[in-house]
């Protein structure tokens, strides 16, 4: 099972092609997929060759208690870049708040709270 990777996560946000569009700007990434999905919904598949993130929409989605304290709840989604500086100017420059940053073993990260209160790690490795 060594050839195992993750391929993607799916997150339900309110507005998928807004968000998708947002992630694409910040981490030069493109639109792999969009349509219809499951009960009536839409989805965006945004990412690279390897991975994404599919952002879907039913409607208008509900708010829920603080993920970290929900079993099954999503925390944060991590994303590896390459400039973390150029990284953080580009999430200023869309509006979002970077906060706990650190330099940690085996690298350097921040977080920010995107749309729909989804957090993201942005974390660079020295490789």
């Not at 569009?21 to 999905?37: K, M, P, S, V």
């Not at 979002?96 to 974390?123: K, L, M, N």
Request: proline share 5%.
């Amino acid at each position: 099972m060594a050839d195992a990777f993750l391929e993607h996560v799916n997150i339900t946000v309110s507005d998928p092609v807004k968000t998708a569009q947002r992630l694409a700007d910040l981490f030069g990434w493109h639109i792999r997929w969009q349509g219809e999905a499951k009960a009536g919904g839409y989805t965006v598949h945004v990412g690279n060759d390897n991975s994404y993130v599919a952002v879907y929409s039913l409607g208008q989605p509900k708010d829920g208690p603080d993920s970290y304290t929900t079993r099954g709840g999503l925390n944060h989604v991590g994303v590896v870049v390459d400039d973390l500086e150029a990284t953080e100017e580009r999430v200023k420059a869309m509006g979002y708040t970077p906060h706990s940053h650190a330099d940690y073993q085996p690298g350097r990260r921040f977080y920010f709270d995107g749309d729909d209160g989804i957090e993201f790690e942005v974390v660079s490795y020295p490789y």
